[in-house]
């Protein structure tokens, strides 16, 4: 079993920066893949960008390509996504989300390889 408690997120203005933070507890050394994902109400969930474990490979949606960088902290157990040049559609529930197959990385932006998710923190842009 792996828990994750996401934090960091909050209201800023359009063109500001956020990180958000997930931390990880459990059975944390079978992890492969990270996801951070969004969803809005009514909405399916999107990815928001991967990163595999193991290797540090990280893969990211066009959609925010260029604007967010995700990293981890194998030693403190946590995921973070860097936010910048938030746009007022950046504004969702923001998700993280783990998981223990091997083959993840062959679609990392799948929310179906993951197992594990955390329970959202919320991103608010104002334009």
């Known amino acids: 079993q792996v828990q994750l408690v996401e934090s960091g997120g909050g209201s800023v203005q359009a063109g500001g920066s956020l990180r958000l933070s997930c931390a990880a507890s459990?059975?944390?050394?079978?992890?492969?893949?990270y996801g951070w994902f969004r969803q809005a109400p009514g909405k399916e969930r999107e990815a928001v960008a991967g990163?595999?474990?193991?290797?540090?490979?990280?893969s990211y949606a066009d959609s925010v390509k260029g604007r967010v960088t995700i990293s981890q902290d194998t030693a403190k157990k946590t995921l973070y996504l860097q936010m910048d040049s938030l746009k007022p559609e950046d504004t969702n529930m923001y998700y993280c989300?783990?998981?223990?197959?091997?083959?993840?990385?062959?679609?990392?932006?799948?929310?179906?390889?993951?197992?594990?998710w955390g329970q959202g923190t919320q991103v608010t842009v104002s334009s």
């Open positions: 989300a783990t998981t223990q197959k091997g083959d993840c990385w062959l679609q990392p932006h799948d929310p179906y390889q993951y197992n594990y």
């Open positions: 990163i595999y474990s193991r290797s540090g490979f990280t």
């Open positions: 459990g059975y944390t050394t079978s992890i492969y893949c």
